[in-house]
């Protein structure tokens, strides 16, 4: 019986239609490239296992509140508390049951690229979401951490379906309409979490590049208004923005 060509046992690698049984024959054909189509599929193969348990894990505190009958699960999450310039963006998302998204987890860990991608993947599929930005005049007015809490509450408050329990990174929430926990590394460890951390980050990252259109000299595009060497040196160079942080160190003491 004729071989196929390695193109054609490509292309069935490709398509996903290369079963067991063609698998064990296809580990008898001693052609290089075979064996190298055999290898990258397998290595495949350990990848998606490895998302699989990882998402799995993830899923843990949302299932537990779907087995006590609370379906609509919100995360909450923020993007900014530590920068020097800008505004804190908090997101709030009650993702479905059935929602799937492997390779999901802390904005931080993933690449630009990724969060776009499931920055639209999220909103698209979500039960609800809502985000909230506050300003850096707030932020300096009520200090960060009730600014961040004022942001959260505010992106709960656009869900529609309420929630019937909300998940919050690392941050207690005291009032709300429904029950409660803060997850400390929440966005690791939940994907309800995650996902609010995805439209957070996102959205905070494309005010920074709006704002650097304006001031471009403190580089807000690259360093999203934290406290790099280069953003300090150009602090004190040129002073503060508007949009800095006037109760932040080293702002405060260069506005002096």
Known sequence: MKKQSIASIKELFDDN???????RVLKQDERKGVQQLIHR???QKIKQQELEKVYEEMCSYEKIQFANGNKL???VDEAGRGPLAGPVVAAAVILPVDFKLLGLNDSKLLTE?????????IKEKSISYGISIVSNDTIDEINILEATKLAMRNAIS??????????????????????????????AKSI??????????VTRDRIMKEIHTNYPIYNFSSNMGYGTKDHVNNLYQYGASPYHRKTFAPVKNIIK
Do not use: M, N, W
């Not at 239609?17 to 698998?23: A, I, K, M, N, Y």
């Not at 529609?160 to 429904?178: F, I, S, W, Y």
């Open 17 to 23: 239609s290369v079963d067991e049984q063609l698998l």
């Open 41 to 43: 599929y397998e290595k």
């Open 192 to 201: 309800s979490i995650a996902a609010a951390s995805i439209l957070a980050k």
């Open 73 to 75: 699960v919100a995360g």
């Open 113 to 121: 690229g990724q969060r776009q991608q499931f920055f639209d993947f």
């Open 158 to 187: 656009q869900l529609d379906p309420c929630p019937d329990h909300t998940l919050v990174d690392a941050v207690p929430l005291e009032g709300l309409a429904c029950t409660s926990e803060s997850i400390i590394k929440g966005d």
